[in-house]
T-cell receptor
Framework: GAVVSQHPSRVICKSGTSVKIECRSL??????MFWYRQFPKQSLMLMAT?????????EQGVEKDKFLINHASLTLSTLTVTSAHPEDSSFYIC?????????????FGPGTRLTVL | AQSVTQLDSHVSVSEGTPVLLRCNYS??????LFWYVQHPNKGLQLLLK??????LVKGINGFEAEFKKSETSFHLTKPSAHMSDAAEYFC?????????????FGKGTKLSVKP
């Protein structure tokens, strides 16, 4: 139980285009989802926290107009990287926390590798 | 403020020998603590978690960790390393020390396992 999926697993796009990444909780309802970014050989950095049906809360230094987060249902959150640039290339990981699974634990997706050319 | 410090950025062991990955935490009260593992280009998998029920916590794949308040430590151990244990390991504390809030990640320890 408590499986989180992400799609796509890898994406390559041209500079200036937008990319959408989906995060789904497959067998539980995710009241809260988190989006992280991981640079090579570094730890995870929290970008934003989203609660179902409300606006996401962004961490300091994260541009909310560039990284659009939507948490429209209890099983789906999306991260859209708008007008992507090469410096946005990174490994993006989502996690989810719900009320029907252990509430103090975040369950992570497998990550999405974004490469912007 | 809460924080975790992973004392080693890289640990190398031989297959079949014990594993010790060190983590110290800083918190003004007894926190929850987690260990996550990340294999190359993969997401994170929860190994184990401490939530004050027992100081010795057993996790998946033969790993365990002991919460020592006097030493503010939560070291991860395994009696015998396997090649498949080679990965990055993160010690994590919730931001608010309980079931609320976000996670604070240590910088990670890369475990290499030699044949």
């Amino acid at each position: 139980g408590a499986v989180v999926s992400q799609h796509p697993s890898r994406v390559i796009c041209k500079s200036g285009t937008s990319v959408k990444i989906e995060c789904r909780s497959l067998d539980f309802q995710a009241t809260t989802m988190f989006w992280y970014r991981q640079f090579p050989k570094q730890s995870l950095m929290l970008m934003a926290t989203s609660n179902e049906g409300s606006k996401a809360t962004y961490e300091q230094g994260v541009e909310k107009d560039k990284f659009l987060i939507n948490h429209a249902s209890l099983t789906l959150s999306t991260l859209t990287v708008t007008s992507a640039h090469p410096e946005d290339s990174s490994f993006y990981i989502c996690s989810a926390r719900g009320t029907t699974v252990s509430t103090d634990t975040q369950y992570f997706g497998p990550g999405t590798r974004l490469t912007v050319l | 403020a809460q924080s975790v410090t992973q004392l080693d950025s890289h640990v190398s062991v031989s297959e079949g020998t014990p594993v010790l990955l060190r983590c110290n935490y800083s918190s003004s009260y007894s926190p929850s603590l987690f260990w996550y593992v990340q294999h190359p280009n993969k997401g994170l998998q929860l190994l184990l978690k401490y939530t004050s029920a027992a100081t010795l916590v057993k996790g998946i794949n033969g790993f365990e960790a002991e919460f020592k308040k006097s030493e503010t430590s939560f070291h991860l151990t395994k009696p015998s390393a396997h090649m498949s244990d080679a990965a990055e390991y993160f010690c994590v504390v919730p931001y608010y020390g309980g079931s609320q809030g976000n996670l604070i990640f240590g910088k990670g320890t890369k475990l290499s396992v030699k044949p």
